[in-house]
């Protein structure tokens, strides 16, 4: 485990909440501060952190390492859900110390027994100031692609897996108390940015991205898991700009942060999307399919980039499975469109100890009749697009 730093960042969650609770303790409005603003409409960039759960610590530790590496000019506004009352609205001020967290409370939500709708009462909240235009978003937190139940990742294949660093943990959207968000709901309350950063597992596949094509420019996400340690902020803080050349760095710097460590934690996978070229893909493969929907798809021989034990259903690399089930023409042309909407992907050579082979940068999960998430998987975007109805039987 963690020793030093893991007392250190408890001491810091223990004063953070003492803090927000004596200055907050007697009021009854959902919004409790609001001040500091300027008469200059700026963009800003939000990191929505959803950590009512085992990622508190490492919540907190992002919101630090955002504090050291902020520059001047930089809007960064942090909503942190991390208790089970109220969630709060930081904007991140400049602090160079490592256990401290000293960023601005400007907001206050009590929450309502749905997250989503609080994080909905923030975006409002932000909207309704008239100063702020959000370039970015980092949605940060549990996930499991578009999957909308889950269970916890405490394993890998049934195994426990540590290091000189203590216990590897997964992250991968939205879990408080075991509420999860789903994405389709998450993807209607957002608004339209520049760029979407998904700090989170498995978010890097078809269905996740084509649900949210519409509201980002770019979108950067993992088709595998991630690790609890997250991006390194500390270093890519800079880079959260609206260029495509500034999120491949932040992409190429997450990748080097990973391949540095000899142990365990040298596991990542990252990919840069243009959301403009999914549309294309999503129509020439739904003139390709020529799958049946009442058969099973060939599994035999498909890279599969769910590492998590109990994920609740599996993800494929995107080449693998086109490769394995359309003819050599069809794949091609597939796998061809599949990279111009990836402008950067890399990862390391093994992810906990599991071999990752021929990665394309996406994912997929495909399910057919007798799955039972077929229908919601039809009511996402992606199902919806890429349907083919199924042959009648004569």
Same mark, same amino acid.
């Given at each position: 485990?963690?020793?030093?730093?893991?007392?250190?960042?408890?001491?810091?969650?223990?004063?953070?909440?003492?803090?927000?609770?004596?200055?907050?303790?007697?009021?009854?409005?959902?919004?409790?501060?609001?001040?500091?603003?300027?008469?200059?409409?700026?963009?800003?960039?939000?990191?929505?952190?959803?950590?009512?759960?085992?990622?508190?610590?490492?919540?907190?530790?992002?919101?630090?390492?955002?504090?050291?590496?902020?520059?001047?000019?930089?809007?960064?506004?942090?909503?942190?859900?991390?208790?089970?009352?109220?969630?709060?609205?930081?904007?991140?001020?400049?602090?160079?110390?490592?256990?401290?967290?000293?960023?601005?409370?400007?907001?206050?939500?009590?929450?309502?027994?749905?997250?989503?709708?609080?994080?909905?009462?923030?975006?409002?909240?932000?909207?309704?100031?008239?100063?702020?235009?959000?370039?970015?978003?980092?949605?940060?937190?549990?996930?499991?692609?578009?999957?909308?139940?889950?269970?916890?990742?405490?394993?890998?294949?049934?195994?426990?897996?540590?290091?000189?660093?203590?216990?590897?943990?997964?992250?991968?959207?939205?879990?408080?108390?075991?509420?999860?968000?789903?994405?389709?709901?998450?993807?209607?309350?957002?608004?339209?940015?520049?760029?979407?950063?998904?700090?989170?597992?498995?978010?890097?596949?078809?269905?996740?991205?084509?649900?949210?094509?519409?509201?980002?420019?770019?979108?950067?996400?993992?088709?595998?898991?991630?690790?609890?340690?997250?991006?390194?902020?500390?270093?890519?803080?800079?880079?959260?700009?609206?260029?495509?050349?500034?999120?491949?760095?932040?992409?190429?710097?997450?990748?080097?942060?990973?391949?540095?460590?000899?142990?365990?934690?040298?596991?990542?996978?990252?990919?840069?999307?243009?959301?403009?070229?999914?549309?294309?893909?999503?129509?020439?493969?739904?003139?390709?399919?020529?799958?049946?929907?009442?058969?099973?798809?060939?599994? +035999?021989? @498909?890279?599969?980039? &769910?590492?998590?034990?109990? *994920?609740? =259903?599996?993800?494929?690399?995107?080449? /693998?499975? $086109?490769?394995?089930?359309?003819?050599?023409?069809?794949?091609?042309?597939?796998?061809?469109?599949?990279? +111009?909407? @990836?402008?950067?992907? &890399?990862?390391?050579?093994? *992810?906990? =100890?599991?071999?990752?082979?021929?990665? /394309?940068? $996406?994912?997929?999960?495909?399910?057919?009749?007798?799955?039972?998430?077929?229908?919601?998987?039809?009511?996402?975007?992606?199902?919806?697009?890429?349907?083919?109805?199924?042959?009648?039987?004569?």
């Amino acid at each position: 485990m963690i020793k030093i730093k893991n007392r250190l960042f408890l001491f810091l969650l223990v004063l953070f909440f003492l803090s927000s609770s004596c200055l907050f303790s007697c009021r009854k409005e959902k919004v409790i501060v609001d001040g500091g603003f300027n008469d200059i409409r700026e963009e800003i960039v939000l990191f929505v952190i959803e950590s009512n759960n085992s990622l508190k610590y490492e919540s907190f530790q992002t919101v630090n390492r955002l504090e050291k590496s902020v520059v001047v000019g930089q809007n960064i506004l942090v909503y942190i859900n991390s208790a089970n009352d109220r969630s709060f609205l930081l904007k991140v001020k400049k602090d160079n110390n490592d256990y401290i967290i000293n960023s601005d409370t400007i907001a206050m939500f009590y929450k309502s027994n749905d997250n989503i709708g609080t994080i909905s009462e923030c975006l409002k909240w932000i909207k309704d100031k008239d100063k702020w235009d959000i370039s970015g978003l980092i949605l940060w937190s549990h996930g499991t692609s578009w999957y909308p139940d889950t269970t916890s990742n405490q394993s890998l294949y049934g195994k426990k897996f540590f290091s000189d660093h203590g216990e590897i943990k997964l992250k991968s959207f939205g879990d408080d108390r075991g509420e999860k968000i789903d994405v389709k709901r998450l993807a209607s309350i957002i608004p339209k940015v520049n760029f979407l950063i998904f700090d989170a597992c498995s978010m890097g596949t078809m269905e996740v991205l084509y649900e949210f094509r519409d509201k980002a420019k770019y979108i950067v996400a993992s088709p595998t898991e991630t690790l609890a340690e997250s991006i390194p902020y500390q270093k890519v803080t800079p880079l959260l700009n609206n260029s495509s050349e500034d999120l491949e760095n932040i992409c190429k710097i997450y990748m080097d942060y990973y391949k540095s460590f000899s142990d365990l934690r040298k596991s990542a996978s990252i990919s840069l999307f243009d959301m403009s070229k999914f549309d294309l893909l999503a129509n020439k493969l739904k003139g390709f399919r020529t799958l049946r929907l009442t058969q099973d798809f060939e599994e +035999e021989k @498909i890279m599969r980039i &769910d590492f998590s034990d109990n *994920f609740p =259903g599996p993800i494929y690399d995107f080449s /693998s499975f $086109v490769n394995r089930n359309f003819d050599t023409n069809e794949a091609e042309i597939l796998n061809g469109l599949a990279q +111009e909407c @990836i402008l950067y992907s &890399d990862h390391t050579e093994q *992810f906990l =100890g599991n071999k990752i082979e021929n990665l /394309s940068g $996406v994912g997929i999960s495909v399910v057919n009749q007798n799955n039972k998430y077929f229908d919601y998987y039809n009511n996402l975007k992606w199902g919806i697009d890429t349907k083919v109805e199924p042959t009648r039987e004569k």
